[in-house]
């Protein structure tokens, strides 16, 4: 599974009169966009060699290039399944993004909580009841505008560098559903069937549905929605209900179980089913307290998660594709299900719900008559209640905002800042573990059609020396620009094992030995999980740790600043989010300082 945000540079989207939306409605466009091509075989092998380097010994290196070796023989099973995939390729719009959402995510047994990313939206200016329904009502109210754009086909296209970008993922952001499985989830897509006319609301741990258009499918009112909310909040005053929003943050097949315990109530079912087929989900939070502990920063927690149970984490329904948080506090903004869409196409909402909430809005009297608000009701049995309970997560995450300069000093040498930060995370980690980790970036690869996410290998032979060496060192040639790649255009190491694998399964083609021998869990047991995040708005990026032991980092930047939201899971004693944000922090400083006891020689590639 991967960070699902992407690194996507000079995105923008068309949104002036002079721009032209190609064929008119948006959707004809993507006839034109190419489909994923198959990387070169050989190519895509020494890239993987070069990420193993630094984490094998010497003797594990010489074993893995006979196997290699073997692999790539005139007739071999490379050159076999290479043809396979190849004419997969022909004949699917992008074969890895078939592969990657079933055996990335749907296969997964892990929580959802590890799939879902979140969105910080600029702190709004109220610290009352009436602030956070005035507040939901507009975040809602331009969702449904959102909505109607993506329903016409009149959301401005993506672009990237003057190429337009796949826009199928909007189609599949609102009314979606991740719903439990045997062994395998499924992904519920309910926009084109049934058009849900509703949301869910969550408040106080509890659920209510909303309809959210009148009889002729205009959509209510922002003034219309403050009743609805109002009344939900004068009904939802009881605190001794059941947690049942905590049972999807449950393992997958734990929640398999208990969702089918769940919905053989008729009750339960019909409850379960109104929240799935909702439009999206609104969650009114309690304020949390706050923290003052270095680095702290608990409106991403909030968002992400809910802070725990005795906070939101239970004010949520993790398997939805799409829900908005506003707390009493102010906190405002959204999580989002990487099964169903990435992070790129929702930095663009974000966005979109920013500016619109800015816009000054005219005072309409709520004439017309509302249905009343709905309560979803749940039977809970003792063992079902006893899961609730087992449900509980315990998430470290703090906030770097590193003031000391931003992008334009590792411009002015001729580096890209994000190779420059990558460099500066790996290291941070080696100067603490005393090693070097597989490491990642995200990237997009909306080029393409239906594109979701590559993976960026950013831990090379080069980056370990660079690592390895001392800091003080004015020998060391700055080459770590060298390093990453910055725009995938089809050619994904990880992708690409990952189909080749899957040509292997499908085929009946004997497993290559490249394939169970333990480098390959080294090369792709990725620690640090990374991903560049670009807002036009103030906005935060947030994501949870992939594995028990491993980082996931969340970065912005900007002219005079970077912004880091580093996670970790407590329980693992191993790592340490506030030593490796210090860490970072003094790195950044190091590496700016031999940035100018070095001279770069000029290169072409930056």
């Keep these: 599974m991967m960070n699902s945000y992407g690194l996507v540079k000079s995105c923008r989207l068309v949104n002036s009169a002079s721009d032209t939306l190609m064929g008119g409605r948006y959707l004809n466009h993507q006839k034109g966009l190419p489909r994923l091509p198959v990387p070169p075989l050989r190519e895509t092998c020494e890239r993987y060699l070069s990420c193993l380097e630094p984490l094998v010994t010497e003797d594990e290196l010489k074993h893995i290039k006979r196997l290699m070796k073997e692999f790539l023989k005139e007739g071999g099973d490379g050159e076999k399944l290479q043809r396979s995939l190849e004419r997969k390729a022909c004949t699917t ?41 005035r507040c939901a009502a507009k975040v809602i109210k331009a969702v449904l505008d959102f909505k109607t754009m993506i329903e016409d086909e009149t959301l401005p296209v993506q672009y990237m560098r003057g190429e337009p970008l796949c826009m199928m993922q909007y189609f599949r952001a609102l009314s979606s559903c991740h ?22 609301v969550a408040q106080n741990s509890q659920f209510f549905t909303v309809e959210v258009y009148h009889s002729d499918g205009t959509p209510i009112t922002a003034d219309q ?103 009493e506090d102010g906190t405002c903004g959204f999580t989002m299900l990487h099964a169903i869409i990435d992070g790129t196409p ?45 449900a509980k997560q315990n998430l470290d995450l703090r906030v770097l905002v590193f003031n000391h300069f931003g992008k334009q000093i590792p411009k002015a040498h001729q580096i890209s800042p994000d190779a420059f930060i990558q460099m500066a995370i790996q290291l941070a980690y080696y100067r603490i573990h005393q090693q070097c980790c597989a490491s990642y970036e995200a990237a997009s690869m909306r080029l393409f059609r239906k594109g979701r996410l590559g993976v960026i290998l950013s831990t090379s032979s080069a980056s370990e020396e660079f690592d390895s060496m001392s800091i003080c060192n004015r020998a060391i040639r700055v080459n770590f620009h060298l390093q990453l790649t910055y725009e995938i255009r089809g050619r994904t190491t990880f992708g690409h094992f990952l189909g080749l694998k899957v040509q292997a399964i499908e085929n009946n083609i004997p497993m290559p030995d490249i394939y169970t021998d333990t480098s390959l869990n080294k090369a792709f047991n990725f620690l640090l999980s990374t991903s560049q995040v670009a807002f036009k708005a103030a906005c935060l990026g947030s994501a949870v740790p992939e594995k028990l032991n491993s980082y996931d980092f969340c970065y912005s930047v900007t002219s005079d600043n970077f912004t880091f939201v580093v996670s970790a899971w407590k329980s693992c004693k191993e790592n340490n989010v506030v030593r490796l944000i210090q860490t970072l922090e003094d790195t950044l400083v190091d590496m700016k300082m031999l940035l100018e006891e070095t001279k770069l020689e000029p290169d072409s590639s930056t």
């Design 225 to 327: 929605l403050c009743v609805q909310l109002e009344r939900i909040c004068n009904s939802s005053l009881e605190t001794n209900t059941e947690h049942v929003g905590i049972l999807t943050t449950l393992h997958r097949d734990t929640w398999y179980k208990y969702y089918n315990k769940l919905v053989q109530d008729p009750s339960n079912k019909k409850s379960v089913s109104a929240i799935e087929r909702s439009i999206c989900v609104l969650c009114l939070d309690k304020a949390m307290p706050r923290t003052y502990e270095k680095y702290s920063r608990f409106e991403p927690v909030q968002v992400l998660h809910g802070g725990g149970t005795q906070w939101n984490s239970a004010n949520r329904w993790f398997d939805k594709s799409l829900q908005f948080i506003v707390g």
């Design 93 to 133: 719009d992008n074969w890895l993004a078939d592969y990657g959402i079933q055996i990335n995510y749907l296969d997964s047994r892990e929580s959802l909580l590890i799939s879902n990313g979140g969105f910080v939206l600029p702190k709004m200016d109220f610290t009352d009841k009436q602030g956070q329904i």
């Design 346 to 390: 929702c930095m663009a909402l974000s966005d979109y719900i920013t500016f619109s909430m800015k816009k000054p809005q005219m005072m309409e009297s709520p004439v017309a008559l509302l249905p009343m608000p709905q309560k979803l009701h749940f039977n809970i049995t003792p063992d079902i209640k006893t899961a609730m309970e087992e």
């Design 179 to 200: 719903v439990p499985g045997q062994k395998t989830d499924s992904l519920v897509f309910h926009a084109k069937n049934s058009n849900p006319r509703h949301i869910t």
